[in-house]
């Protein structure tokens, strides 16, 4: 079982989703108490249904729109782009101006549901149909024990540095979400080309 371990395909792919719910699972748990002193308890929990409804309408439109043949992996990046794009918006926003501050939220919430649904898909394209189930576990388990934690060490965060500090997070690692499907990509891609 270890072995798995060794291709570049399921450690890019683990490490791509571990990531990218560690940023939101760690962001959401601090999201509505981050936005209530700026917006108001009220409008901060309306705030928080755009979220959800965002994550929605994001996940049915990459469901419609992602033709059968498509890169999945760059369809997730372009989804993380999206969350960096929307909590950069949130942390520049913040205080500031309310609807870059509802913007950044609803980009930030297209991303949501696709973080747990594309990498399973790609994981139907890439791996053999009698590994994919041990690789979807393996991932899903891997990001897990990862996000378990991301509460915590966003609120340490948000003591020791404020509450932009998590926003800025965040995007940070969501792009290095990004960053980690890139890499098993440009592998895979490789390894095509050397193939004579």
């Given at each position: ?10 450690r890019t792919l683990a490490a791509g ?67 960096v794009a929307g909590s950069a918006l949130l942390f520049a926003g913040l ?102």
């Amino acid at each position: 079982a270890a072995g798995i371990w060794r291709d570049a395909r399921l450690r890019t792919l683990a490490a791509g989703m571990a990531l990218g719910l560690f940023a939101q699972v760690g962001l959401v748990a601090h999201l509505f108490s981050v936005l209530a002193p700026v917006l108001g308890a009220q409008e901060a929990g309306f705030a928080m249904a755009l979220a959800t409804a965002s994550a929605i309408a994001g996940r049915t439109l990459v469901g419609w729109v992602m033709p059968p043949g498509a890169d999945r992996r760059l369809v997730a990046c372009a989804c993380y782009g999206a969350q960096v794009a929307g909590s950069a918006l949130l942390f520049a926003g913040l205080g500031r101006s309310v609807p870059l501050t509802l913007l950044g939220i609803g980009l930030f919430g297209a991303g949501i549901g696709n973080a747990t649904s594309l990498p399973p898909l790609i994981a139907q394209v890439e791996f053999a149909r009698g590994e994919v189930a041990r690789v979807v576990a393996l991932i899903v388990a891997f990001s897990q024990a990862a996000y378990a934690f991301a509460p915590l060490a966003f609120g340490l965060l948000r003591t020791l540095a404020g509450d932009g500090s998590v926003l800025a997070a965040a995007a940070l690692v969501q792009a290095l979400a990004a960053g980690a499907f890139l890499m098993g990509r440009r592998r895979r891609g490789m390894e095509t080309a050397s193939v004579p």
